[in-house]
């Protein structure tokens, strides 16, 4: 069973940046998308930035884009995603997700709180 670990959550002031880790434990990595979705209080889970298997393409939601950068790094089996020029709005849990057509796993989740 594949497991996801974020890390790189915290309290941030608007207009500041974090960047979040997520490590699997997959045999293969590399054959694998990956994706951040995110989820602030009483909301649905939202789409926030997915890469594919070799990390030429990438797709963002349009309330990052240009703020936030997806990457991956397939020898450590690490995604990031560098969150720059926060707002409040992107208060949210932030969780990683894997899979090579649908998402199949998901982390646990890492809190990032943007303070206005």
């Known amino acids: 069973q594949v497991q996801l670990v974020e890390s790189g959550g915290g309290l941030v002031q608007a207009g500041g940046s974090l960047r979040l880790s997520c490590t699997a434990s997959?045999?293969?990595?590399?054959?694998?998308?990956m994706g951040w979705f995110r989820q602030a209080p009483g909301k649905e889970r939202e789409f926030v930035a997915a890469i594919s298997w070799r990390g030429d393409i990438t797709e963002y939601a349009d309330y990052v884009k240009g703020r936030f950068t997806i990457s991956r790094d397939n020898a450590e089996k690490t995604v990031y995603l560098q969150m720059n020029s926060l707002k409040a709005e992107d208060t949210a849990v932030y969780y990683c997700?894997?899979?090579?057509?649908?998402?199949?796993?998901w982390g646990q989740g890492t809190q990032v709180t943007v303070s206005s």
């Open positions: 997959v045999r293969t990595f590399s054959i694998y998308r």
């Open positions: 997700a894997i899979g090579v057509g649908s998402w199949g796993s």
